[in-house]
């Protein structure tokens, strides 16, 4: 088991950009990288995904030291949830399509709950995961939620599944994500992203 700290919520407290319009990301970021240039030229930014100590659907270690610098969709998902079923098989065909520009991610929310005030696994709904991912054919990693990420969602205020988090990388939010989608919609979603993320770059 492990006990709720203060850890978890200060490393998401780092993460600025939570479900804002790319546009209106990009001119916050602007504006803070101006004001406080000089702070951060002494100080390491840490990206909080690369702290995430779990494990897979496949019972493998997760090697969180794999996400540093590099785009990330994260899709939060629920073995009963049927939008959740529908669009995987899209999730999967993506996820091999972008392999090179973006890292696919599930992650199984209710993997994870709270008895008196410390996480535990919640072994059943892993085993239904587990059979979900089978059947499902799912092509790209499912974590188990850790301390962090079960932070994240509560930070993020999860409200439904499926929902999807698509974080630069550098670990922090750019856009959240509620309901499934048809591959068009995808393709949209992550194409802007993308778009959103070589503009920052450019402007840097």
Known sequence: MKKLTALALSLL???TLIALPAQKVLAEETKTEEQTAPAEETMERVNPFTLIETETL???V???KQ???KPIIINVWADW???CRMEMPTLTKLAEEYKDKIVFLGLLAEGMTVEENALVRDEEKIQLGIEAQEELKIGFPTLIPDELLFSAMYQT???AFPTTWF???EGQFVNIAQGAMNEEQWRMQIEGFLAFLEE???NQ
């Open 200 to 202: 920052k770059t450019e």
């Open 167 to 169: 974080i630069n990388g």
């Open 13 to 15: 407290m780092a993460m």
């Open 157 to 159: 205020q999860l409200q």
């Open 62 to 64: 997760f090697d969180a």
């Open 58 to 60: 496949d019972g493998e």
């Open 81 to 83: 949830c049927g939008p």
């Open 67 to 69: 996400l540093d610098g």
